[in-house]
């Protein structure tokens, strides 16, 4: 057994179970529950869920530890187990399950002359993982450190000249200094808000939002020419969706200014869909993001705008992942636009 072992795990991962039949039914020609029972035992050590469905079915045969729940799953269609997207949200297949979220590769094979799939659900690589957000927030606590002291006495010092001159052309000169200490003042906070997010936020309790009215407060904020630009569109009245109001409101903030940032145009359109209980996607029909960004997209200082800090989507993924949702980049194309959806668990 351990040789036969050996001798399937040399082949290529995804070849493993469509080769595995044939390989078995030469050498250990048992019954077919005997048989799938070796294959469930090959995929025990993939550290990440695999589950084995039947395809026609869609009912769970067979799963690995890791996709263990410790609750009856055997029998059981796999779209109550796991909370699978499609291209509607993402550019690849997605999937919500135990807390997490995953990227989804199927694989079909015959056993038995009978239709099967395994799932095979792998952490998402387009984000950055915990140990590396965590190097960042020490960085960022540094600089708030280093910086904040002496800016706010080159503030200080800057207040005093304005009020001991009367001349136009220094006054003028020192306003011109005051807006580059702003301007630096203003990326402080804004790291020391992404420094701030913490990984799991006990006190802030999910809650039904009406997404629309949160949407109507935010674009407020816009002026009456960037308004123009954007477009509502969604499926129901009184969309809402259970998350953390705060949560979901930061989260709408970054999404829609990174759209606004993106669609400078005077043709380029913002288009926001609200899909009740699943996602809200936000389309600009601005820049295409360059293949050299999308891979570490969601990594803080990522930007291809100069005058841009490069947080904003890091920010809205962090607040997403603390009730469980989750952001993806859904099209990225000159003919379909640059959509990011916010998706929610069940």
Known sequence: MRLLKQQLHAWPEEELIQESEQFLDYYMPDTKSEQMDIIQTFISDIPHPVLIVDSITEEIQYFNPAADLDVPMFGKPIGDIVQLFGKEVAQEPVAYFNGKWYSVFKTPFLWE????????????????????????????????????????????????????????????????????VDRLIA????????????????????????????????????????????????????????????????????????????????????????????????????RVIPDEVVDRIFSPFVTTKAENLGIGLTTAMLHAEQFGGAIFLTENSASEGISFSLCFPK
């Open 113 to 180: 002359n009978k239709r099967h799939t395994k799932f095979e659900l792998k952490p998402r690589t387009i984000i950055p993982d915990r140990q590396s957000l965590n190097g960042w927030k020490s960085m960022i606590s540094v600089m708030l450190h280093r910086f904040r002291s002496p800016l706010t006495g080159v503030e200080g010092f800057l207040h005093l000249l304005e009020e001991e001159n009367q001349d136009p052309d220094l006054i003028k000169r020192i306003e011109s200094i005051q807006g580059g």
């Open 187 to 286: 990326i402080l906070d804004e790291l020391e808000t992404l420094y701030h997010i913490e990984e799991n936020d006990e006190d802030q309790s999910p809650q039904s939002n009406d997404i629309q009215k949160i949407i109507y407060q935010i674009l407020k904020n816009y002026p009456a020419h960037i308004r123009k630009k954007i477009s509502f569109y969604q499926s129901k009245d009184n969309a809402s969706f259970r998350g953390s109001k705060i949560n979901v409101e930061k989260i709408l903030e970054a999404l829609i200014q990174n759209a606004v940032d993106n669609a400078t145009g005077e043709e380029d359109k913002i288009f926001i869909e609200i899909h009740p209980d699943t996602f809200i996607k936000i389309t600009n029909t601005g």
